[in-house]
């Protein structure tokens, strides 16, 4: 089979809070659009089967892996990337502690370590390390930085906790 | 955080500040290979075949011209002839296969077309008529008599062995092992399976035609390296080929030396254009991996735990090129011994062609398969003998300053304070929990053997520091210590440091960023760096202050003249003037071959860990669950406690990998049947341990600044053997064969069970 590789359809999605219309090919991936398309190289590819996670980002609030999404099934959805976590040169709570508990070491899974955090903070803000461990079953680091990983998203709650 | 000491600010070495470049890869700024783009590059995919060995009839692209944007399809045929190969150790690796492929997924050709959507589709389109060869994938088919040749023997000129797949066969030994007699002779088997880095960043190259010359980007951990190989087969001097290296997103080994740079710069060059290859997970399983072992161990020993003897027969199964697999095989098995005292040795290691992905260096460099083996041994002998596992080890440890390895560096650190120290936090002379066991090992690594680093430090005018340093920071934080050293010597805050890596043309040279060596070699060299600028400083405060330059002391970032402290700083913005300009240090850090060493080289240092688990074994399933897994190092001082431990852990983790889930699988054909993420599992986060602690022993004795050692592999070493140990604890059954998977230890419990 050969594929029509220059047809296309136009989305509409809120990207990092941005709205953008594009043109994308049919087969192309959420993954594809945001790096290629886009040019949002935070996330990351590495697996295309999504097992690793390293190209997690959030769609209307739920973590995906962006290699299996479409991205024409994106349309008129929010989605949320690594790159829209800082406000600005303001860290998040998230990616604040990821850099003082040490959690960053290669850093390739980083990003999608963090947008499966969020969502897992968003749906459970006193995760206990139990949750935290599955929460983030899907994202692989083969650094194995998993201990400060978890301590990371442990010490991000907790100063959520504090806050509220 | 806590608060600094009075008189160590934030930052300085011995504390952790936030890693270097930290801020980049928390907010997606990080630009990894893949992640750059340049202007009007052509995509490139790979033309492989779906079998180990092939002879190449004809390789037919008319249909993959045709696709729309294809720009060109490359085969051997549109290669210099005889085709260019090259090669750390030997030069066998072709740019593509000419004639014949030698292992699965061994590009045939290569494709390149405007997007990676027609790259991706004319790639399949190239039709090529093969016949498949038989090929040989284990060690007893390699070995076989008349065993099909993995490696032509033309390419192996005057070599003894040309007509084996032997590549090379190592032999070290020192006494008269048949002559010492021993009470307790210990021999068994061990295997260790391929298992493959599985950096999470899967290999990336881009090449670009730069004026007379070309650039490379590419995730390598040796830029220096590839850039002479790229010289070479382009004949071009050193000064035209410009290597970018990023940040690598993990090495592990895998990304030491060239892959398909090679091609890439000739898709470049031929197409006028720039040019990027990003490998698919499933494409770097085909192009690295681990190197498989089999290896026989007899150890004698007196009663009372003396080792008297240790006889080893390591056979490394390593790939269709050699990469650096034999120099894995050489330096991964001349530590048999361990850290023991062993009055006779006699150790010989072969590394042996297949038609397998060409093996290469991965985090202990040809050490775990060893260490599995001969630690596994030790806890067979301390069964044998009677001898608490513990005791045997202290009993047999080189005590510090002691000859183990003859001819070789001496002990480095007191080992036996490493062993007491992971004894007594897993509590090792009280119980374990009912239905549990614990296990115990040791691992010792050879440092690198030489070594050349050079580095330049610039002190600009305000007092802010530039270090450019050839390494490769693939998350082990090197730019976190030179800029530690930098800030410590030179008096900066932290956050005026810049570490400049990753570029040839303006990097000066390192050799190579491998072997646990970047803090003590290019560490080193960045402290060699800030002492040449202390030592101009000096000069110039004398100048300024009128005193001769023996009574200028320049220290830890301060300036004394009898008791007058000054900020360098301030002697720095006086003696600049009106100019201003910047002072300039250079460092440099050797260390020497030894043409007589069996290696090349004695040991700049030696890695030293010591783990102690404890195990629970479903009986009804074969799943181990890791309960509490204790890992400790001598890592001489940690000059950033927190990268330690995220090294010291990781290597535990990733150790937990290869002993309990990872392995290839091969059919009968070679062909690799679990390629990628699904059926390959690598540990995750539900994965752990349930509890682990890491803990360091610092006597400051290493080689390198302020007394540190090389860390990084250490706690990856002897995890796969004291995870077995706890086994055999709490089961009685001994395995000998990686990875623990639930089958494989259900197995052996069935086996027990059976009477």
């Known amino acids: ?164 | 955080m806590t608060e600094p000491d009075a008189g160590v600010l934030p930052g300085r070495v011995g504390t952790s500040p936030a890693r270097g470049g930290g801020r980049a890869r928390v907010t997606g700024r990080q630009a990894y290979v893949a992640d750059i783009r340049l202007e009007d590059a052509l995509h490139v995919k790979l033309v492989t075949l779906d079998c180990a060995r092939a002879r190449i009839v004809a390789v037919d692209a008319s249909a993959a011209l045709a696709v729309p944007g294809v720009r060109l399809v490359l085969g051997a045929a549109d290669l210099p002839d005889p085709m260019p190969r090259f090669g750390p150790q030997f030069q066998d690796r072709p740019v593509l296969a000419v004639g014949e492929t030698r292992y699965h997924g061994e590009p045939v050709a290569a494709v390149a077309a405007e997007t990676r959507d027609a790259a991706e589709e004319a790639a399949r389109l190239v039709r090529v008529t093969y016949e498949e060869l038989p090929a040989v994938s284990t060690i007893a088919a390699a070995l076989a008599p008349g065993a099909p040749l993995v490696q032509d023997p033309s390419m192996r000129p005057g070599d003894p062995l040309a007509a084996s797949n032997v590549l090379r066969e190592h032999r070290y030994g020192w006494g008269d092992v048949d002559g010492v007699t021993a009470d307790v002779v210990v021999e068994g088997t061990y295997a260790f399976p391929m298992v493959t880095q599985f950096a999470i960043e899967p290999h990336g190259f881009l090449a670009a035609p730069d004026g007379d010359g070309i650039a490379v980007w590419s995730s390598i951990q040796h830029p220096n390296w590839l850039q002479r190989v790229i010289a070479g087969l382009l004949a071009l001097p050193l000064s035209k080929v410009r290597v970018y290296a990023p940040d690598p997103g993990g090495g592990f080994g895998g990304k030491q030396h060239a892959k398909y740079e090679p091609l890439v710069a000739f898709i470049a060059l031929r197409a006028g254009r720039p040019a990027r290859l990003v490998l698919s997970l499933e494409e770097t399983f085909q192009a690295v991996r681990r190197g498989a072992a089999e290896i026989r161990v007899r150890s004698g020993f007196r009663r009372d735990g003396s080792l008297v003897f240790r006889d080893v027969e390591a056979n490394y199964l390593i790939g269709a090129y050699a990469d650096i697999a034999d120099r894995t095989v050489a330096k991964g098995t001349y530590t048999s011994c361990g850290p023991y005292r062993t009055p006779a040795a006699r150790i010989v290691a072969r590394s042996i062609l297949s038609n397998t992905t060409p093996s290469t260096a991965f985090r202990g460099f040809g050490n775990p398969q060893q260490i599995w083996a001969v630690e596994s041994n030790m806890d067979e002998a301390a069964h044998a003998l009677g001898i608490d596992p513990v005791a045997l080890r202290l009993r047999n440890l080189a005590r510090p300053g002691e000859v183990f390895i003859p001819g070789d560096t001496p002990a480095d650190g007191d080992w036996a304070r490493t062993v007491g120290r992971a004894a007594e936090l897993i509590g090792w002379d009280t119980p374990p929990a009912p239905g549990r066991g614990r296990g115990i090992a040791v691992g010792l690594k050879s440092g690198p053997t030489t070594g050349l680093s050079y580095s330049t430090v610039r002190l600009l005018a305000d007092g802010s520091v530039v270090i450019h340093a050839g390494t490769s920071d693939m998350g082990q934080g090197a730019r976190t210590i030179f800029a530690q050293i930098a800030a410590q010597e030179l008096g900066a805050p932290l956050d005026w440091v810049t570490v400049v890596m990753g570029d040839t043309a303006v990097v000066p040279y390192d050799q190579q960023t491998s072997a646990s060596r970047s803090s003590v070699l290019m560490g080193n060299a960045v402290l060699g760096a800030c002492r040449d600028i202390q030592g101009r400083l000096r000069a110039m405060a004398a100048r300024l202050e009128g005193v001769a330059e023996a009574d200028v002391v320049v220290d830890r970032g301060e300036v004394r003249i009898g008791d007058r402290v000054l900020p360098i700083r301030d002697v720095l913005v006086r003696g600049l003037g009106r100019l201003g300009g910047e002072v300039i240090g250079v460092g440099e850090m050797r260390k020497e071959a030894d043409p007589d060493h069996p290696l090349g080289g004695t040991a700049a240092f030696f890695e030293f860990n010591c783990t102690a688990v404890e195990v629970e074994v479903d009986r009804a399933t074969g799943d181990i669950v890791v309960a509490r897994h204790v890992t400790v190092s001598d890592v001489g001082t940690a000059l950033n406690p927190s990268q330690v431990r995220g090294q010291d852990e990781g290597a535990a983790i990733m150790g937990l990998g290869h002993t309990l889930m990872e392995h290839y699988i091969l059919d009968d054909g070679g062909r690799i049947r679990n390629l990628g993420a699904i059926d390959y599992r690598i540990p995750t986060s539900m994965d752990l341990p349930l509890r682990l602690e890491s803990d360091v022993i610092e006597h400051g004795d290493g080689p390198g600044p302020y007394g540190s050692k090389g860390m990084s592999e250490g706690a990856l070493l002897c995890v796969a053997p004291a995870v077995a140990a706890a086994v055999r604890d709490a089961t009685g059954v001994v395995i000998r064969d990686l990875p623990l998977t639930p089958e494989r230890v259900w197995r052996a419990l069935n086996e027990v069970a059976v009477p």
């Open chain 1, 1 to 164: 089979m050969t594929a029509d590789l220059d047809a296309s359809v136009r989305i509409d999605v809120t990207v990092n809070g941005r709205p953008r219309s594009l043109e994308v090919r049919p087969h192309h991936t959420l993954l594809d659009v945001l790096r290629d398309d886009l040019g949002l190289t935070g996330t990351k590819e590495c697996c295309l089967v999504g097992e690793c996670g390293a190209c997690t980002v959030l769609i209307d609030g739920v973590s995906v892996d962006s290699c299996l999404v479409l991205a024409a099934e994106a349309d008129g959805s929010a989605v949320l990337t690594v790159e829209g976590l800082a406000s600005g040169d303001r860290l998040d709570r998230l990616q604040a502690a990821f850099l003082e508990t040490g959690a960053a070491q290669c850093g390739f899974c980083i990003p999608g370590q963090l947008m499966a955090a969020h969502a897992l903070l968003a749906a459970n803000p006193r995760p206990s390390r139990a949750d935290v461990e599955e929460g983030l079953a899907g994202n692989l680091c083969r650094c194995g930085g998993y201990e400060q990983i978890i301590e990371a998203v442990l010490v991000a709650a907790e100063r959520l906790g504090a806050a509220s």
